[in-house]
């Protein structure tokens, strides 16, 4: 089992900057395609971004292109996946979700990534 860890949530006002990151250990990370999802209450979950295997490729929702910018580090001593969030709005509020697959799909369809981390809140006031 993988696990995943998110941080660097929190609270921030409108127009704000926020990184969050998202780490495993002890696996070989470059095995992984990696996604960001979020979930907002009484909202089903959905995609915000992805990122493939070797960091070449990424995918947006439309929501957040030009705002949001997916990366990764595949070192050993790194092994983590960023999400930048800039130039946040209230309705980017939500808990955010780390996801990851063996497999090489980095898109929106969640039921696609095999582990998941436990969430990160971000919370955007007006």
């Known amino acids: 089992q993988v696990q995943l860890v998110e941080s660097g949530g929190g609270l921030i006002q409108a127009g704000g900057s926020l990184r969050l990151s998202c780490s495993t250990s002890?696996?070989?990370?470059?095995?992984?395609?990696m996604g960001w999802f979020r979930q907002a209450p009484e909202k089903e979950r959905e995609f915000v971004a992805g990122i493939s295997k070797s960091g070449t490729n990424t995918s947006y929702a439309d929501a957040v292109k030009g705002r949001f910018t997916i990366s990764r580090d595949n070192a050993k001593n790194k092994n983590a996946v960023i999400l930048q969030l800039n130039s946040l709005k209230p309705e980017d509020t939500a808990v955010y979700y780390c996801a990851g697959t063996f497999g090489s799909y980095y898109g929106p369809r969640h039921g696609a990534y095999e582990f998941w981390g436990q969430g990160t809140q971000v919370t955007v006031s007006s």
């Open positions: 002890g696996r070989t990370f470059s095995n992984y395609a």
